[in-house]
């Protein structure tokens, strides 16, 4: 009863089956004009001044609807791209797959998109795609009923025009979300074959807004998991970035390896899991950034990766080690085995690359507590990163309790209080002594003294 009272307020229809969308005014859907940036509504007006049809689209409707803060705002209009660019001095068009426009409103980028249409069988039309089925190429517009129609779940498919104050739902997208369920608009196989990444970016949606994804769309992700492989690294490593990001990735994690998704994404999800003491450190790293995301603080990517990959590090570098190889070279050794690995998977870019190896190249130097090592390790830029790890390896039960309290006194303590601190040198580390470089000679004199 409650689910057809909902589906008649908000004007519910079958998806793909009615070509008139429900109109939801103000007081259906509770948005406010002043919930949209000023860019935004700039945007917005500045097309509609132009006779263009332009609406807020996708996830900043939704997010909003759910009492979220959008971390952007997109527009869709009727425009095509050259259109939008001369409405506006400072715009670009970017995008090969699909074009788009980036328009500039003083800070603010925001990214304009033109209908999309249907492909049609032959010409002009058809859409580019691979041996699977994957679109490659995708530049066909249209209305937008067909717009709506080809995004990928109902909740993504809302439009809401700022000026009227309303919202136009093709597909029940707003009741969907009021009934806590994902539901894909068109034949879910059909959905995931054009767009694998779309099987990742249901289980995200589901955590981060607290949907059940609907049966239909979630059968066949077990069974096409395969196609994720086809998916480029650099799209895949944006959205798994998506993912870990969203405030929710702790439920993310277990929603992927119960829908069979962990396999061949990331060392995390397909060993670590199962060992009990790389899964305490995981979570332990994903529940700190799910509480700094909810806090507003600032997350390292870096940093995150690190820890979801440190133990694939940890089985690279023990074998090396335990053969006698010295433990510096061999520890790098294992990075750069693992980092190459998953650059077949995941494009992770060369800056946080470069961050999570300064992370992993700190740890053997915090158990060097004596000399003047210590006050090297302070001085490393990536420090605090290093010891916020550091603390996550104890907490984890990997490190002895008494090395992370030490550095965490170390780090607190005068000068006077540091050098009371340092630990007497082991037997064969003392110092060796610096040989003196002696000056080159010439003609049986001493090359540094005049002639």
């Avoid at 000399?371 to 090297?376: D, I, L, V």
């Amino acid at each position: 009863m409650i689910r057809k009272f909902i589906s008649r307020v908000l004007g519910r229809h079958h998806p793909g089956k009615h070509s008139e969308p429900a109109i939801l005014a103000a007081a259906q859907h509770g948005l406010q004009r002043e919930d949209i940036s000023r860019g935004c509504r700039r945007t917005i007006e500045t097309l509609q001044e132009n006779g263009y049809q332009a609406y807020i689209v996708g996830g900043a409707v939704r997010d909003l609807l759910a009492g979220l803060t959008p971390k952007d705002f997109d527009v869709a209009t009727n425009a095509t791209p050259e259109q939008v660019r001369h409405c506006f001095r400072r715009s670009r068009i970017i995008g090969r797959r699909f074009q788009i426009v980036h328009v500039s409103m003083g800070s603010e980028i925001i990214e304009v998109t033109t209908f999309r249409g249907h492909h049609g069988e032959e010409g002009s039309n058809k859409a580019l795609t691979d041996e699977q089925g994957r679109v490659l190429r995708d530049n066909v517009f249209g209305s937008q009923l067909e717009d709506a129609a080809r995004r990928d779940f109902t909740v993504n498919a809302l439009y809401y025009d700022p000026t009227s104050e309303t919202i136009v739902d093709y597909h029940h997208g707003v009741a969907d979300l009021r009934q806590k369920t994902l539901r894909m608009i068109g034949d879910p196989k059909t959905r995931y074959r054009e767009d694998p990444v779309r099987m990742l970016r249901a289980v995200r949606l589901a955590a981060k807004l607290s949907l059940s994804i609907d049966p239909e769309a979630r059968r066949p992700i077990r069974e096409m998991g395969s196609l994720i492989e086809n998916v480029p690294p650099s799209r895949l490593f944006d959205e798994m970035l998506k993912l870990l990001t969203s405030g929710h990735a702790v439920r993310c994690v277990r929603e992927l390896r119960e829908e069979g998704l962990h396999h061949g994404l990331l060392p995390l999800l397909d060993v670590i899991l199962d060992q009990s003491l790389g899964e305490r450190f995981v979570m332990l790293a994903l529940e700190s950034t799910d509480r700094r995301v909810r806090e507003g603080k600032p997350i390292s990517p870096g940093f995150l990766f690190a820890t979801l990959l440190w133990h694939e590090v940890l089985a690279k570098w023990e074998p090396l080690k335990a053969r006698g190889e010295p433990a510096i070279p061999s520890l790098f050794l294992a990075m750069d085995e693992v980092l190459d690995v998953q650059a077949e998977k995941l494009a992770i870019t060369r800056r946080i690359a470069g961050d999570i190896k300064d992370i992993w190249a700190l740890q053997p130097r915090f158990e060097q507590r004596s000399g003047k090592r210590p006050y090297g390790v302070l001085q490393q830029p990536r420090f605090k990163a290093g010891y916020d790890f550091l603390l996550l390896r104890v907490e984890s039960g990997e490190v002895d309790q008494a090395v992370g309290e030490w550095w965490t006194a170390f780090l607190d303590a005068s000068d006077e209080a540091r050098a009371a601190m340092l630990l007497p040198a082991a037997p064969g580390e003392a110092r060796k002594r610096r040989r003196r470089r002696r000056p080159p000679a010439g003609n049986g004199q001493d090359a540094t003294l005049p002639e």
